[in-house]
């Protein structure tokens, strides 16, 4: 089956760093854009991360110098590597295939509490 | 970065009956325009992309229209499982932005 599956949301305090994963089935992350885009609670969608089949990422301004994304191929996984967390940055945080601009697959998401 | 918004924030509807939702961009996104569909503790769900393509899967009831700034998913027919939030996001400027959805609930 075509999915994606999350890992790695979890509490922790402001100012610390979570990595959160998301694994592929039946498709490759390497050629594919894959992104990562957030749900704080009870709001909307934000976009936060891509990464390219070239191996460019790009990301919001919100986490830009914070956040990094990344993919290993091998393990057909990607990575967010969230640094220096803010209350802000809590949200569940989805996974998901781009195609073109629009977002065809989505994970289950992962949930991000940061709270002292 | 493009604005979209989703006026009204909910919508009351019988089951059975056509709902209308809109999406407004801040500037022309051409028909580079998707929906998506998120039940409660659920990941959002594509349902439409190119303003007017439904998603595979996606039931004949829904169908999208629209151009530039101005954006429409029509239910033709609600069924009790389409009482959900909707989300337009436009993909024609980066970054890529949502409105903030419109909960379509029974009336």
């Known amino acids: 089956e075509v999915q994606l599956v999350e890992s790695g949301g979890g509490l922790v305090q402001p100012g610390g760093s979570l990595r959160l994963s998301c694994t592929a089935s039946?498709?490759?992350?390497?050629?594919?854009?894959m992104t990562w885009v957030r749900q704080a609670p009870g709001r909307g969608l934000e976009w936060v991360s891509v990464?390219?089949?070239?191996?460019?990422?790009y990301h919001a301004d919100s986490v830009k110098g914070r956040f990094t994304i990344s993919r290993d191929n091998h393990k057909n996984t990607v990575y967010l590597q969230m640094n220096s967390l803010r209350t802000e940055d809590a949200a569940v945080y989805f996974c998901?295939?781009?195609?073109?601009?629009?977002?065809?697959?989505w994970g289950q998401g992962t949930l991000v509490t940061v709270s002292s | 970065e493009i604005t979209m918004t989703q006026p009204p924030v909910t919508l009351s509807i019988s089951p059975g009956e056509r709902a209308t939702l809109s999406c407004r961009a801040s500037?022309?996104?051409?028909?580079?325009l998707a929906w998506y569909q998120q039940k409660p503790d659920q990941p959002p769900r594509l349902l439409m992309y190119?303003?007017?393509t439904r998603a595979t899967g996606v039931p004949a009831r829904f169908s999208g229209s629209g151009s530039g700034t101005e954006f429409t998913l029509t239910i033709s027919s609600l069924q009790s499982e389409d009482f959900a939030v909707y989300y337009c996001?436009?993909?024609?400027?980066?970054?890529?932005?949502f409105g903030q959805g419109t909960k379509v609930e029974i009336k």
């Open positions: 998901a295939r781009e195609e073109g601009g629009y977002f065809d697959l």
């Open positions: 039946e498709f490759s992350v390497s050629l594919n854009y």
């Open positions: 990464i390219y089949t070239s191996g460019s990422t």
């Open positions: 500037q022309s996104v051409s028909s580079n």
């Open positions: 190119g303003a007017s």
């Open positions: 996001q436009q993909y024609n400027n980066w970054p890529w932005t």
